[in-house]
């Protein structure tokens, strides 16, 4: 477990010693522990284990993107969870990891096109004319068909951070998110970001990409 206090923004550093904001992070002992071991036996010495949103959140802080000014959501779609977390006021002030991500749409596309898991994931990322030359249990493989599964799987997504961005901006001070940093696995894949930014309604562009 960890901590951090954060002075309230516009105090000029004098910060309300009875009313305090406080930052409490955990990871559980046996996830640490894992981890720990895989680094160990690739020979590697950890001095640090953090949890994945402060990782992200740490190589934005320390980017030329960062502007103190937006209120930005930086968003990882990884394979099991995507990862939300927001800075307003140069500050990180919520984070959270939604279930719906890269394994969902692998599986979706696993169970409506009839293939195996494996196959679906070198699927997913491959380019649309490639589809066709596909078969699967249920016929041949079209764009269209890999199309709208990965479709609906990316509005399961977007209606995750939609719920995120709602409870984020109903907590007191929290304002509206300006601007989306996307990264993880799944943000490379066509489309993604305008995808993103329409149903988001706000900017949306990979991280990373001066």
């Given at each position: 477990?960890?901590?951090?206090?954060?002075?309230?923004?516009?105090?000029?550093g004098?910060?309300?010693?009875?009313?305090?904001?406080?930052q409490?992070?955990?990871?559980?002992?046996e996830v640490?522990?894992?981890?720990a071991a895989?680094?160990?036996?690739?020979?590697?010495?950890?001095?640090?284990?953090?949890?994945?949103?402060?990782?992200?959140?740490?190589?934005?802080?320390?980017?030329?993107?960062r502007?103190?000014?937006?209120?930005?959501?930086?968003?990882?779609?990884?394979?099991?969870?995507?990862?939300?977390?927001?800075?307003?006021?140069?500050?990180?002030?919520?984070m959270?990891?939604?279930?719906?991500?890269?394994s969902?749409?692998?599986t979706?596309?696993?169970?409506?096109?009839?293939?195996?898991?494996?196959?679906a994931?070198?699927?997913?990322?491959k380019?649309?004319?490639?589809?066709?030359?596909?078969?699967?249990?249920?016929?041949s493989i079209?764009?269209?068909?890999?199309s709208?599964?990965?479709?609906?799987?990316?509005?399961?997504?977007?209606?995750?951070?939609?719920?995120s961005?709602?409870f984020?901006v109903?907590?007191?001070d929290?304002?509206?998110?300006?601007?989306?940093f996307?990264?993880?696995?799944s943000?490379?894949?066509?489309?993604?970001?305008?995808?993103?930014?329409?149903?988001?309604?706000v900017p949306?562009?990979?991280?990373?990409?001066?």
């Amino acid at each position: 477990m960890d901590y951090k206090v954060f002075t309230p923004a516009g105090d000029g550093g004098q910060a309300d010693q009875s009313e305090l904001e406080v930052q409490l992070v955990a990871v559980r002992k046996e996830v640490a522990d894992t981890y720990a071991a895989i680094l160990k036996k690739c020979k590697i010495r950890a001095d640090i284990i953090e949890a994945a949103p402060i990782s992200i959140y740490n190589a934005y802080a320390g980017s030329l993107k960062r502007d103190p000014e937006e209120v930005t959501a930086l968003i990882s779609i990884g394979a099991s969870g995507t990862d939300i977390v927001v800075e307003q006021n140069g500050s990180m002030q919520f984070m959270r990891n939604a279930p719906e991500a890269g394994s969902s749409l692998t599986t979706a596309l696993a169970k409506n096109l009839e293939i195996p898991f494996d196959k679906a994931e070198e699927l997913k990322t491959k380019p649309a004319p490639d589809y066709s030359q596909e078969e699967g249990e249920g016929g041949s493989i079209t764009a269209d068909k890999v199309s709208a599964i990965l479709e609906k799987g990316f509005e399961r997504i977007a209606t995750e951070i939609r719920r995120s961005f709602d409870f984020y901006v109903s907590q007191s001070d929290a304002m509206p998110v300006t601007r989306v940093f996307l990264s993880g696995g799944s943000s490379k894949m066509e489309g993604v970001t305008d995808f993103l930014s329409e149903r988001l309604g706000v900017p949306v562009e990979l991280f990373g990409r001066e």
